[in-house]
């Protein structure tokens, strides 16, 4: 992280990937839980020597940074302390922000063979996540599960006590054999008895150490019978919903859940949800190789393997349900349990790390299930063909949950083409395939940042960027904020009407007590400079200066030593709404310095795209502006 951004963080206040510790009186203690909370959950950064004024971080600085960080390492290579060591030398640095010493500590995401990382030598008491901008303290349930995704055992290859061949299902178990042998007629393991073949597929277990043989959890989830799946597993939850029905009074219009009614094993639950996910899906006439017409596409292919996917890699011990939800429009598939890999090393595809293998190699059988981690490429292949939205993957880190969304949204619909055509004109069929996927998607996301076309694109991130110059130079996009922070939307989206009443001045404001009616000397009477200031700014369009005078949009702040810096946003934006104004006009206003305001409050409204500039090519300009900018997007921003 460089200083500029580091800087701009500080203005900008702690959030789920930066906590701000003060160190003037020492190595402040709640380190450890915040290096737990990040490791725990997805990384973030730990800086030393920034404190907090009521609502506002200042560098403070370090007084004796050699001890500070001698004691740093000396609690974090401790097992007593930390349970595992996870920062390295080159992610602990010192560094110098406005003539003070502060430290910089990244924390990276440990690995799944790492977790829990805890602290004081007990993961039920010492185990953190981060939430936004705060460590909570792990439940007993978030512990168990992330020390069983650490294990090396599989999850599915436990083998359980008191369970027999009389706890599975005989239909499903013949249904297993009938879809085997129309696949491999020849397989020898079509001869085996039941227990035999349970055997080779890994869901009966012989323990020779112990000289013990049982059915593992392989077995019974994927043949059990429902009491007997339920025993074992008292949370175990299957859930498909289609929710096709425009009316939102309806929750969904189809349902298939644990109701007595059928064996809610795995398997039944594969091919009674892989039927009505595809039953509607419109197949165009093909040939294979043999001439003989083709029965599904690729994205059948995909349906199958994501349902798959949400079966094997689900945690079937947590307490969380397994969801499937079919819309008009997209698919939902929800499996408990986080990603054991990272969500790029799904998206580059060939890594691997199946939380249940026995259950992965059972579906393979009979033909279900990609190896070696090619199955969400194939996902991806198939989406792609369709110029769908890219599928995308979450992790609900609170909950641990995983999802993933399907949607089958074309990337270019006529109407958008048609609105894009407005926007480029006669150049639109000139446009690059890399302009073109910009503009779809600046058009479907209202906003959109270089990190955001890279999840749709291979090139480099400097020559998207340089393509987004190049659209924001043809007038064909906008853009706001600064540096990293840098958004882009269409050049003929408009303010949403919507949001303006999140501007008004509560009605507490409006009569400020009277601590704060006799503001200092230097703000009563400003300099005769200040006291003419240029018709251009004293004198704002008619239209405005009929219903809000910029004076009293001011007046709430204007004469107050302290407000809450929500107050001081909401003023400037309802300041900035209508023109765009100086720095110095909007200091005047308000009544503060203008370093105070550039700093404060300006600045960290840029680059969350809040403000724009009058000239975005020139920081510097003599004559820079801000503006209010007003997107549904942005809705989050002003609440």
């Known amino acids: 992280m460089d200083a500029e951004t ?4 500080i203005n900008l206040g702690e959030d789920e990937d930066i906590e701000f510790k003060a160190a003037n009186g020492g190595f402040p203690r709640d380190v450890w839980e915040t290096l737990s909370a990040f490791a725990n959950t997805d990384g973030g950064y730990i800086v030393l020597g920034v404190s907090q004024n009521k609502h506002e971080f200042e560098v403070s600085g370090i007084r004796n940074l050699n001890v500070i960080l001698k004691t740093f390492w000396d609690s974090h290579n401790n097992e007593q302390k930390l ?3 996870i920062c390295s030398n080159s992610h602990v640095e010192a560094r110098e922000i406005e003539g003070q010493k502060i430290i910089l500590i990244k924390v990276l995401r440990a690995a799944r063979s790492q977790r829990p990382v805890y602290i004081n030598g007990n993961p039920l008491t010492g185990t953190y996540k981060r939430n936004y901008e705060g460590d909570y303290r792990c439940t007993k349930e978030e512990v168990q599960q992330m020390l069983r995704d650490a294990s090396s055992e599989p999850q599915d290859y436990q083998m359980l006590d008191k369970f027999d061949l009389n706890d599975l299902d005989s239909d499903t ?5 009938q879809r085997f ?8 393991w079509l001869a085996l008895d039941d227990k035999e073949l349970l055997i080779q597929l890994g869901g009966w277990r012989r323990d020779r150490e112990i000289n013990q043989e049982g059915l593992t959890t392989a077995g019974l989830l994927m043949f059990g019978r429902e009491r007997s799946i339920l025993d074992a597993f008292p949370h175990y939850h299957l859930d498909y919903q289609e929710r096709l029905s425009h009316n939102p009074d309806t929750r969904w219009t189809f349902r298939l859940t644990l109701d007595g009614e059928w064996e809610p094993n795995l398997l039944n639950f594969y091919y009674r949800v892989y039927n009505r996910l595809v039953n509607d899906i419109e197949i165009p006439f093909q040939l294979n190789k043999e001439a003989v017409r083709k029965g599904e596409t690729h994205v059948h292919e995909a349906l199958r393997e994501a349902l798959v996917n949400t079966l094997i890699h689900a945690d079937h011990l947590s307490s969380r349900p397994l969801s499937v939800v079919k819309f008009p429009d997209s698919f939902l598939f929800s499996n408990p349990g986080r990603l054991r890999i990272s969500i790029d090393q799904l998206y580059e595809g060939g890594v691997s790390d199946p939380r249940n293998p026995n259950l992965q190699k059972m579906f393979q059988m009979l033909g279900l299930g990609e190896k070696a981690g090619s199955g969400f490429s194939g996902i991806l292949r198939a989406w792609r063909e369709q110029q769908w939205f890219i599928p995308l993957v ?23 083409e048609r609105e894009l055509k407005e926007i480029v004109g006669d150049n639109y069929c000139q446009l690059t395939e890399i302009e073109r996927i910009i503009l779809v ?6 906003r959109i940042c270089n990190t955001d076309v890279q999840r749709y694109r291979n090139e480099h991130p400097k020559d998207i960027g340089e393509c987004l110059k190049h659209l924001v130079t043809q007038g064909w996009l906008k853009s706001f904020g600064r540096a990293r922070g840098t958004y882009y939307t269409l050049s003929n989206k408009e303010k949403s009407d919507h949001l303006l009443p999140l501007l008004s001045t509560p ?8 601590e704060h009616n006799e503001p200092s000397s230097e703000h009563n009477e400003p300099s005769s400079e200040h006291n003419e200031p240029s018709s251009e700014h004293n004198e704002p369009s008619s239209e405005h200066n009929k219903t809000v005078p910029l004076l009293e949009i001011a007046a709430p702040v204007r004469n107050k030593k302290r407000v809450s810096p929500e107050l001081m946003r909401a003023t400037i934006l309802k300041l900035c709404l209508e023109e765009y104004l100086l720095l110095k006009t909007l200091a005047e206003l308000v009544q503060r310095s203008p370093d105070t305001l550039r700093t404060h409050y300006i600045n960290p409204m840029l680059d969350e795209g809040l403000l724009e500039l009058k000239y975005p090519e020139q920081l510097n300009h003599p004559h820079q502006g801000y503006k209010a900018v007003l997107l549904a997007s942005n809705y989050k921003l002003l609440k």
């Open 6 to 9: 580091l800087l701009q963080k």
């Open 83 to 85: 349970s595992t060591p």
């Open 173 to 177: 178990l013949k249904s297993f054999r």
């Open 181 to 188: 042998r129309s696949r491999k007629p020849d397989h020898a």
């Open 394 to 416: 979450s992790e609900k880190l609170d909950i641990e949950l995983t999802s993933v969304i399907l949607p089958m949204v074309s990337l270019i619909p006529q109407e958008v």
């Open 441 to 446: 998607l600046a058009h479907k996301l209202d």
């Open 507 to 514: 009605s507490e404001h409006n009569e400020p007590s009277s």
